[in-house]
């Protein structure tokens, strides 16, 4: 028994070394450095682990979206959740500012219009679920700076401590969800605040909180030598009944301060809450403080709160590339992939999160792909490969014969340049202005120079039919404007849950008071607040179902903006215009969603609220919500419409406008069941998103599908993204087995100089686009192997004695 034993053990350290064998040459990089220091924390150490070993380096998360850089340039595939979370932030804090302020709208009473604490709770659990790559949200306000309708007999006063936050909870041992499957619907909410007077560890305005980063970014805010130091937007508001007020309100930095309006902090552990590595976007609130001193010199604009957003670390995509233009630092990762730097470089690629293996390593410039192999070599086969395996392959063969690229063409002969024109008619018979939208093959030429002619002047000169595009003019519009289509979701989430879960009507013990019905002044924050805090949209509108919203037949609140980068907005109540045909009940995707959930609501989602509030005004200790755990129901995504790009010459958004309608909902009189409540709109400029010309698919609804201009004999296309809504947003990489003949930087025909030079064959100028193929991969260099001559020689002797023979 004893030598099977012994067998046993010397196997398992057989395969353990054989394990480890297989990796051992990979040298430890930073990589591996974060990766120790991630596993290292859980949540049964991390209360003793000191407060450096619960976060890691600050550049662990590199290229985070800068808003001065947002409409410059294009925001990487990999970095749309981070920026989502950034306008999320942003967004969050408008619109307290906002509503914090708004009370110097309304005449001053002898009561509070601040909103009260259900809808500071149910503000948080709505930015968490509109997106799955937000894992918490919360506010924290600065000591004795927040105010409440709450309480009874609370009018100018504060609470000590206030912070609602929301995350999300696994789910997967609820007892709620007997299927024992996670489904990231359950939402964790508490008050931070509430805690008892004695107990310091609890006070998130300390230092040591948490490794509280997010707080002591913004706040304390002390003002020194000017009080005046705070950002103010301008809103011209305009009411149902035509009348006009302009509002000024405080907020956060604009884009062009330094430093901007939103930071992000060092990834963190957060300890006894989620147990998650988490990375947070910071946003401060302004607000006029102190309050209702009678003396308004003293009462100064400052922050009073911060609005925080964090997702998880492990969901942020790495970047392993070695720095370089376009790939700047700082990046702790920078420099650890494993391409092969003599022949290949690296490319980042999306969605791999923090794990190794996120890029392609391509061909340098005068080398290709052996001819066995179709694309790039991925990173993650790279990184699994046995030292055999890597110091064997993915490597690139040098091209041996390199031409130069030519610095004088001619114009083609009149047989080539007519062999082009057969191949793409559509240049040589077209039709200009609306009609060319509906051509067979459409020449995209004529096409973007009528859309692109299309302005607040020249609109009218068209017939309002020929001002509406058909669908797949805005393709790929729900990939690239789904972070602005998850902030309306947002909204339309937040007010399904508070019409569901807040009842103005419900009694309380104590002094506490259920929160008042929505107000007019919300609605028309949180709509402007979608347009304030996301530069993309450009229009905004909550349109509330007739005789739904509290006191009001119509009321539909539209925030809209006239330039991309600006202070002032306008707002107006479209319950204005009531005429028959002009009303906005009337409008095609109100009226299809009215009809779409008349009735049944049943694949609505779900979502679960463990909601745990404060004792009393003074925190004391949080205590469950009396209806614990509640739910609420609310559309998701594609519960949504997406309307055809149309340009609106009439609106005062004059532009090729993409609309994104959600739904919400609410109990009806008797609280027996759901019904539809209204729409809440976002409409994005079609101008913005990128045209895709290559190949695909016979059903994808793409109307310049297949309008490149690639030799696709010996190359085919490859989409690039930040060229906007024009021609060449494409390149051409050459075919398995051909190689990119010239000397340059790059191994690819780039998609606009291809559109340039095409554009010069139809104009019969000179052009060389003849020379933008690619050349079969057979050149070789000028040298001859010692074995060839010798087996040439030796067989041209042979023939030679034989003849003579």
């Not at 450096?52 to 410059?72: A, C, F, G, M, Q």
């Not at 981070?82 to 999320?88: E, G, R």
């Not at 963190?268 to 998650?276: G, I, L, M």
């Not at 890029?359 to 005068?366: F, T």
Request: charged content about 25%.
């Amino acid at each position: 028994m004893s030598l099977l034993w012994r067998s046993y053990g010397i196997f398992a350290v057989l395969c353990c070394m054989r394990v480890l064998a297989q990796y051992e040459w990979q040298p430890k990089d930073a990589f591996d450095e974060i990766k120790i220091r991630f596993d290292k924390v859980n949540a049964d150490n991390c209360p003793i682990l000191p407060p450096r070993d619960l976060t890691l380096p600050e550049d662990s998360v590199s290229h985070l979206p800068d808003i001065k850089d947002v409409n410059i340039n294009p925001i990487f595939p990999n970095r749309t959740a981070l920026l989502h979370l950034h306008n999320m932030a942003l967004s969050r804090a408008f619109f307290w500012s906002y509503i914090l302020q708004s009370r110097f709208i309304r005449p001053a009473i002898n009561d509070t219009y601040d909103p009260g604490m259900m809808y500071y709770f149910l503000s948080t659990v709505a930015d968490v679920s509109s997106s799955p790559h937000v894992n918490a949200s919360s506010i924290y306000f600065a000591p004795n700076s927040s105010f409440s309708s709450s309480y009874r007999g609370f009018f100018n006063k504060t609470f000590p401590r206030f912070a609602p936050r929301t995350y999300r909870e696994d789910d997967f041992n609820d007892p709620i969800h007997l299927q024992k499957i996670s489904t990231l619907n359950t939402f964790y909410v508490r008050d931070l605040g509430a805690f008892p007077p004695n107990s310091v560890l609890h006070d998130y305005t300390i230092k040591n909180y948490h490794i509280n980063e997010w707080y002591n970014l913004w706040l304390p805010d002390n003002v020194e030598n000017r009080h005046d130091t705070k950002t103010t937007y301008q809103v011209e508001i305009r009411y149902a009944n035509n009348t006009n007020e302009t509002f000024t309100f405080h907020g956060p930095p604009g884009a062009d301060e330094n430093p901007g309006p939103v930071k992000f902090t060092k990834p963190y552990f957060d300890c006894r809450r989620s147990n998650k590595w988490l990375v947070a976007a910071v946003t401060p609130i302004a607000d006029i403080y102190p309050r209702h001193t009678q003396f308004r010199h003293i009462e100064y604009p400052t922050y009073t709160a911060v609005s925080v957003l964090e997702m998880d670390f492990e969901r942020i995509d790495i970047n392993q590339c070695p720095k370089g233009e376009g790939n700047k630092g700082p990046n702790v990762f920078a420099d650890t992939a494993r391409c092969k730097k003599e022949t290949t470089e690296c490319e980042p690629i999306d969605g791999w999160g923090f794990r190794r293996g996120g890029y392609q390593c391509r061909c340098k410039p005068g080398f290709r792909l052996p001819g066995v192999v179709r694309r790039p070599y991925l990173g993650e086969i790279l990184e699994r490969a046995s030292d055999e395996q890597f110091y064997n392959g993915f490597d690139c063969m040098k091209i041996g014969w390199i031409q130069k690229v030519p610095i004088k063409w001619f114009r083609l002969p009149q047989y080539t340049r007519e062999h082009y024109l057969d191949q793409y008619y559509e240049y040589k018979n077209f039709t200009t202005g609306p009609s060319s939208l509906h051509s067979e093959k459409l020449n995209i030429n004529e096409v973007l120079k009528f859309i692109l002619g299309v302005n607040a002047r020249s609109c009218k000169n068209y017939h309002p039919q020929d001002l509406v595009l058909t669908g797949d003019f805005a393709y790929e519009a729900r990939k690239q404007f789904e972070n602005e289509a998850k902030m309306a979701i947002r909204l339309a989430n937040f007010i399904s849950a508070f019409l569901q879960i807040s009842d103005p009507n419900e009694v309380y013990s104590g002094k506490r008071v259920a929160d008042k019905p929505l107000t007019e002044d919300q609605m028309m924050g949180e709509t402007l607040a979608l347009v304030l805090g996301n530069t993309r949209i450009w229009s905004a509108a909550t349109y509330w179902e007739r005789r739904k919203f509290p006191n009001r037949t119509l009321f539909a609140p539209y925030a809209f903006k006239k330039e991309l980068n600006t202070r002032k907005f306008n707002l107006q109540d479209m319950a204005r215009f009531n005429k028959t045909g002009e009303e906005y009940i009337d409008k095609p995707f109100f009226r299809l969603l009215k009809q779409r959930w008349a009735s049944n609501f049943d694949s609505l989602e779900k979502y679960y609220l463990k909601i745990r509030l404060r004792h009393n005004e003074t925190g004391e200790y949080a205590q469950r919500y009396e209806h614990f755990p509640n739910f609420y129901h609310a559309a998701t995504m594609d519960h949504g419409h997406w309307t055809t790009p149309q340009y609106d010459c009439q609106g005062p958004v004059k532009k090729w406008l993409i609309t994104y309608a959600v739904p919400f909902f609410g109990w009806d009189s008797l609280k027996a069941k759901l019904e539809f409540k209204g729409v809440v709109a976002v409409s994005m400029n079609m101008l913005q998103l990128d045209i895709n010309q290559c190949p695909d698919n016979y059903y994808e609804p793409n109307a310049f599908k297949n309008t490149h201009k690639c030799d696709v004999k010996t190359s085919y296309c490859v989409p690039i993204l930040g060229r906007g809504y024009e021609t060449g947003g494409y390149k051409c990489e050459c075919l398995q087995g051909f190689e990119y003949p010239y000397e340059d930087l790059i191994t690819y025909y780039d998609g606009q100089l291809v559109e340039a030079e095409f554009e010069n064959i139809v104009a019969d100028k000179e052009s060389r686009y003849d020379t933008f193929k690619c050349r079969l991969a057979g050149a070789a260099a000028l040298q001859v192997q010692l074995t060839i001559l010798s087996f040439v020689v030796l067989f041209g002797w042979i023939l030679l004695r034989r003849n003579q023979c």
